[in-house]
């Protein structure tokens, strides 16, 4: 069992940065794969990134490829999530997830464990 909890989120304007955080609770956080996803309003959840259980893969969609990065610090139980050259559509809830499995997965159904998640919006 592990707890995630999400935190880094805010306001921004078109083209800023935000760097979201996702902390796991538990001694296991390096046995899993990680993911980010998000989810605006009247949409469905959607996929954003993934990473391996050691950092050494990771996978985006191509609305953010190129301007989101996953990373994660198995020392320190955390994921992140810098986002850059942010859009109005990238305003969203989003949610950290993990799956006790070596692969990478994006759906959202393949993740076991799900955060609250943290809002950002992107405004002038």
């Known amino acids: 069992q592990v707890q995630l909890v999400e935190s880094g989120g805010g306001l921004v304007q078109p083209g800023g940065s935000l760097r979201l955080s996702c902390a796991a609770s538990?001694?296991?956080?390096?046995?899993?794969?990680m993911g980010w996803f998000r989810q605006a309003p009247g949409k469905e959840r959607e996929f954003v990134a993934a990473?391996?259980?050691?950092?050494?893969?990771?996978y985006y969609p191509d609305s953010v490829k190129g301007r989101f990065t996953i990373s994660r610090d198995n020392a320190k139980n955390t994921v992140y999530l810098q986002m850059n050259y942010l859009k109005h559509e990238d305003t969203a809830v989003y949610l950290c997830?993990?799956?006790?499995?070596?692969?990478?997965?994006?759906?959202?159904?393949?993740?076991?464990?799900w955060g609250q998640g943290t809002q950002v919006t992107v405004s002038s």
């Open positions: 538990g001694r296991t956080f390096r046995s899993y794969t």
């Open positions: 990473i391996s259980r050691s950092g050494g893969n990771t």
């Open positions: 997830s993990g799956r006790s499995s070596q692969w990478i997965a994006t759906m959202t159904h393949q993740y076991d464990y």
